[in-house]
């Protein structure tokens, strides 16, 4: 077994997708770190002051204002109350949510590409490790090897596992080398407020709790991981049933994308909870944003999330293995 | 002799399609076996059904002894296969693709591996990309894969396909070298007659699904090779050679049977009865005519 | 149990084959980095991490006691010596009409700039639609608290939500019921600037009262005769407490009311914000208030 996913890792390495996937990370984390360096310069102008108190003070009464204003949608106006009142949470008990720092930022990094750009850098790995053997035609030479096909298929997905976490790597280690350059390298135990629960438009803070930066940023890697090989494990039964690597790209693109534009609008459509697109934001469970539809729970996020990728792992299989090649 | 390889009644259905109708036949230890049939008599799906890419529908084959159904991995073990193009990874290194199928089978050794790249030649550019290969390096690189696990069967889908001349030649040549010297059992298909008749020991003929006959290439196409006379006078020489053997007239020219032994003797007789004999031709007969020979005058479609 | 087995079988062998052969062979073979392993070496070892990720997030989120963490007290930092302003309200002090978005704060602020070099420094907490009993209830939270300790100016603007309601109070007003706002408003005032105070007892407070937008409609007279009340009632308020201005605009508005006011005919526009801005600056000279 061993030595076929080192046969799968040679064929990724070899095909040059995780340089090219690290070097648009590192250039997105450069952009990113630019971006934030700016709005945190730009803010202390406006402000005259870097304290971050003011600042978060001033957030809180523009989302006030924003809330006050009319021809705001409900969605909306909800999320900006909960989002109000962690806010006030925040300040109420000295704690400054964005401190800076690379550990900060790599936090928020996390946050902000777990529902598309994680799982669209997953997407460029995953979506021709099985249909490329079957469009180059080197699955015929594959499966005519005294291996039975199951352990073909699952030296595959291992690799796509190795591969997913070598992703991840790339985006931690990236986004700590290239942030830290900017805005220091400290910060690793500034403590975070977690345990936020929403009933519906209040925050319940009965759970809230103190962590660590460090522990707070594991967590939320873990569920990034956990997503990352969700949306693996979809591609990958894409791949496995088309041929046409551009099919399964455009079939996952379409989805991710749907995803984060349904997340959006989707409040009133009840039932679209239990798409997986719209369940990828797991870390706002963590950091207490308001889910895209009521009653959606961490705890149901991760529930569907596996639903989905073990069907798509059975599926996978048995088309694998029943299916004639031709 | 023993039979390495054998099917039964092999059948498949594809819907309400019935492709492949019944196949039976098996090959001996150290010969060459072709596959003889016009595109689309079911020459590919027969052969994927033999290395396990294609379920059968029903019927059996065994390798060595073992079912390729029932025992999988000991049953393709003893086969080594090119179905259609070699296709390798074209970003891989020759010997990089090598090492890679090599890992795939249950023990191997850097010393089998430069056995076979020396024995296809391809020693000087194996740890090139295969993406620089030229198609009869690839053919060859293919067929270095093919005998990386040692195998006593060997299938290859119209293993001359896209090569020049020269390479057609060494390709012929070093598949009679492989059935000979290493006593393996090698199956060869191909849609061209000649190529069989030139590599082959036996020929299975395949139309439409089935097999319509197996026999040794020299007996069939002894049966089936024509001479054409080119003679001044038609009626008179038909007449003569009629008492021989069976006459048929086309294009101007007399056709009979090929009968080595006897052709000096007829023309001896056309030229003795002062009828001047300008060509004697014998022909193979080509594909189309074995089918409609063959087949009661079905054609190829 | 088995599952175990077999996965502790499949790392030792990743480390005999990964690991322990390369660096044996190492010794005879040339160095030869061999990326692919080193790339899967290390991957094998983050997804560890990930894994632990994962446990740590059931752990925590999942099965966290209920007790609350002790947040610890930050010492407060009082900054510098730059000159705080705070900005207190509803939408006036907000700005709303305004279409560069600044407001009289705005205009007031960039009258202060080119009369002294003293960094300044602007908190602008107003929330639009505020009424004064939601002023209280805003000056209650601590971080409000700690801007007003720090704040050397405030300016105010409130109760125009409380007596206009929207324009809907004046439209079909009863003197009942005006007086009963009124009565209730004044009281809230009175509790802001006694919070103000305590708060911070140094800072100049700039109470901008009430100019009536409805001057010009047919009921004019009489809805101006209650705007001089509140305002001369709210200006009685901030009397009683030290170093509280009440700073009027009627008089501001009462000639060219349209010309002055934003096309929703209640918030002023550019010009009027202008104006307000013009004469809170006026009375904040440098010579005294550097002094403090």
Redesign the interface.
């Known amino acids: 077994m061993i030595?076929?996913v080192?046969?799968e890792m040679?064929?990724i390495v070899?095909?040059k997708r995780l340089f090219i996937i690290s070097a648009i990370i590192a250039v997105l984390v450069g952009l990113f770190t630019y971006a934030q360096y700016k709005h945190v310069q730009d803010v202390q102008k406006r402000l005259g002051t870097t304290d971050w108190r003011t600042q978060l003070q001033q957030q809180i009464i523009d989302t006030q204002n924003r809330l006050n204003s009319s021809g705001i949608s409900e969605e909306w106006r909800k999320f900006l109350k909960i989002r109000l009142q962690q806010q006030q949470y925040y300040l109420d008990h000295n704690i400054n949510p964005s401190a800076p720092g690379a550990p900060t930022f790599m936090r928020m990094f996390v946050e902000n590409s777990i529902e598309l750009f994680l799982p669209l850098m997953v997407m460029v790995v995953v979506a021709d490790l099985v249909s490329s053997e079957a469009s180059?035609?080197?699955m015929?030479?594959?499966?005519?090897?005294?291996?039975?096909r199951w352990k073909i298929l699952l030296s595959k997905y291992i690799a796509m596992g190795v591969s997913i976490s070598f992703i991840m790597l790339a985006l931690v280690v990236l986004s700590y080398a290239i942030s830290g350059a900017v805005f220091g390298y400290g910060g690793w135990n500034l403590p975070l407020l977690t345990g936020f629960t929403v009933q519906g438009e209040e925050l319940n803070t009965a759970n809230v709790h103190l962590i660590p930066q460090w522990k707070y940023l594991l967590i939320e890697l873990g569920l990034a991981s956990f997503v990352a090989i969700v949306v693996g494990t979809l591609t990958f039964m894409l791949s496995v049933i088309m041929r046409s690597t551009a099919a399964v790209m455009g079939i996952m693109l379409a989805a991710l994308i749907s995803g984060a534009i349904l997340s959006n609008m989707v409040s009133s459509w009840e039932s679209a909870k239990y798409l997986f697109m719209v369940n990828l934001r797991l870390t706002d469970y963590i950091s207490g944003a308001a889910p895209p539809i009521a009653g959606m729970t961490l705890g149901f996020s991760i529930g569907v999330l596996a639903v989905w990728g073990l069907v798509a792992l059975i599926v996978s299989f048995f088309v694998f293995i029943?299916r004639?090649?031709? | 002799m023993t039979d390495t390889l054998v099917v039964q009644n092999l059948r498949k259905t594809i819907g309400k399609k019935e492709i492949i109708k019944g196949l039976s036949f098996s090959l001996r230890e150290g010969e060459v076996f072709g596959f003889l049939g016009p595109n689309g008599a079911g020459k590919t799906t027969t052969i994927?059904m033999l290395?396990?890419?294609?379920?059968p529908t029903s019927g059996r084959v065994s390798i060595c002894g073992y079912d390729l159904q029932r025992q999988?991995?000991?049953a393709?073990?003893h086969?080594g296969?090119i179905?259609?193009?070699p296709?390798?990874?074209?970003?891989?290194s020759g010997w990089?693709n090598l090492e890679?199928?090599a890992?795939?089978?249950?023990s191997f050794s850097k010393e089998r591996l430069q056995e076979v790249v020396h024995l296809v030649g391809l020693q000087h550019r194996i740890h090139d990309r295969v993406r620089t290969y030229s198609l009869g390096m690839r053919q060859r690189l293919g067929i270095a894969?093919a005998l990386l696990?040692q195998p006593k069967v060997l299938i290859l889908d119209e293993p001359t396909n896209g090569l020049d001349p020269v390479g057609i030649r060494e390709m012929r040549e070093f598949i009679r070298l492989l059935a000979e010297k290493e006593k393996l059992s090698v199956l060869v298909s191909s849609h061209l007659l000649s190529e069989i008749q030139l590599m082959c020991d036996r020929v299975a003929i395949m139309a439409k699904g089935e097999i319509i006959r197996i026999d040794d290439v020299e007996t069939l196409l002894k049966e089936q090779a024509r001479v054409y006379w080119k003679v001044d006078s038609l009626e008179r020489a038909k007449n003569i050679l009629a008492n021989e053997t069976t006459v048929l007239e086309t294009d101007g020219m007399l056709v009979t049977g090929y009968e080595a032994s006897q052709l000096a003797v007829w023309n001896e007789k056309l030229v003795q009865a002062g009828i001047r004999v300008s060509e004697i031709q014998p022909k193979l007969p080509t594909l189309e005519d074995l089918f409609i020979e063959l087949t009661g005058g079905e054609t190829i479609d | 149990m088995k599952a175990v087995a077999s996965m502790r079988r499949f790392f030792l062998s990743c480390l005999i084959r990964f690991i322990i052969v390369p660096w044996k062979q190492r010794k005879g073979d040339s160095v030869k980095i061999n990326s692919v392993k080193i790339i899967a070496i290390l991957s094998v070892l983050a997804s560890i991490l990930w894994g632990y990720g994962l446990v740590a997030m059931v752990q925590d989120q999942f099965f966290h006691p209920a007790a609350s963490a002790p947040l610890k007290n930050v010492a407060k930092t009082k900054n510098d010596h730059a000159l705080h302003l705070v900005a207190l309200g509803d939408s006036l002090t907000r700005g709303t009409g305004d279409e560069t978005g600044k407001g009289y704060v705005g205009y007031l602020v960039d009258d202060l700039r080119t009369k002294t070099k003293q960094p300044l420094q602007v908190t602008n907490l107003a929330v639009k639609g505020l009424r004064s009993k939601e002023l209280v209830e805003q000056l209650k939270q601590p971080e409000i608290q700690r801007q007003l300790k720090q704040a050397d100016l405030v300016c105010l603007t409130i109760g125009g939500n409380d007596l206009f309601q929207g324009g809907e109070s004046l439209r079909n007003f009863s003197p009942q019921r005006i007086k009963q706002t009124e009565h209730a408003y004044l009281q809230n005032l009175e509790t802001i600037f006694r919070t103000i105070r305590t708060a911070n007892s140094q800072a100049i407070v700039f109470y901008i009262s009430l100019y009536n937008p409805f001057q010009q409609l047919n009921n004019g007279q009489i809805t101006s005769k209650i705007v001089r009340q509140w305002n001369y009632d709210s200006a009685e308020v901030a009397a009683r407490y030290p170093n509280i201005i009440a700073v009027p605009t009627y008089d501001l508005f009462e000639l060219h009311t349209n010309e002055y006011l934003y096309s929703d005919q209640f918030h002023p526009n550019k010009e009027g914000y202008k104006l307000i801005g013009e004469r809170v600056s006026a009375l904040i000279t440098f010579a005294k208030g550097e002094g403090k």
Do not use: S, W
């Open positions: 030595n076929l080192y046969n040679l064929k070899r095909k180059g035609g080197t015929k030479l594959l499966l005519t090897r005294p291996v039975k029943t004639d090649v031709y | 994927r290395v396990g890419l294609i379920k999988f991995a000991d393709i073990r086969v296969c179905v259609e193009n296709e390798l990874y074209p970003y891989l990089e890679h199928f890992r795939m089978l249950p894969q696990g």
